[in-house]
């Protein structure tokens, strides 16, 4: 077994354990540096959510944030969050399932799709992928134009009927409810549109590419009190 997934079998046996109540805010962080890669800086958990970041949250100004729609457009874009607030604004409630075996029911979100928001930029022909780029870097991930465009899927500025936190990815996030949360990156600074697939951050330490609920990442079920352990050894 390589050190990659070795690593990741450790950090999933980790949250198993936390979710049983047996690990919890200091203690989990504390605990899981002795496993853990030092990409993995903090585990803590909040209303339900564990919030996971490998360089610390990142700090961003609404005020003067910018996201770029670059790559294959025709007019690449620099929108402001009121740019992205004047576009065509949805509101749809959906669970959020992280791989590592935690979920959190009935979340509201509000934001863009992404036809709306690429529409302005004019895809080209070639177009396939869509890589998103987050403020916390090196974090990246990328979904298929198909996946992008399933009817659940937006680039979220609201949640739970106010503005995205830091924690959760204010000022923008990805919102994919058919695949687990490390799809759904947070701090959305980029996104490019490319004809060539590019592998996620966390895809590239033992992930699959195609994070379906249920069917991917080796997929196990084990009922514990009233929550499923879904993970990969």
Not at 113 to 140: K, N, Q, T
Not at 176 to 183: C, F, R, S, T
Request: one cysteine or more.
């Amino acid at each position: 077994m390589n050190d990659r997934v070795l690593g990741r079998a450790a950090f999933l046996g980790l949250l198993g354990a936390g979710m049983a109540g047996i690990f919890w805010g200091k203690q989990v962080a504390a605990f899981a540096g002795r496993f853990v890669p030092d990409q993995v800086e903090q585990i803590l958990p909040t209303k339900g959510w564990r919030i996971f970041t490998i360089r610390g949250i990142p700090r961003i100004d609404p005020e003067r944030y910018r996201l770029e729609v670059t790559g294959l457009v025709e007019r690449p874009l620099n929108l402001s969050l009121a740019d992205l607030r004047s576009l065509p604004q949805v509101e749809q409630v959906s669970d959020f399932h992280c791989v590592t075996g935690w979920s959190v029911h009935d979340v509201h979100w509000r934001g863009v799709r992404f036809d709306d928001l690429l529409g302005a930029a004019g895809l080209r022909p070639e177009a396939r992928w869509l890589r998103f780029v987050s403020a916390e870097v090196p974090y990246v991930d990328t979904l298929s134009l198909e996946q992008a465009r399933f009817p659940d899927a937006m680039l979220a500025l609201d949640m739970d009927g106010k503005p995205l936190s830091r924690p959760h990815g204010s000022p923008a996030r990805v919102v994919m409810p058919q695949m687990y949360g490390y799809k759904s990156v947070k701090w959305v600074t980029t996104i490019e549109a490319r004809s060539d697939f590019v592998p996620g951050y966390w895809e590239t330490h033992g992930y699959d590419s195609d994070a379906w609920i249920g069917k991917s990442n080796f997929f196990i079920q084990e009922k514990t009190s009233d929550v499923f352990f879904r993970g990969k050894e």
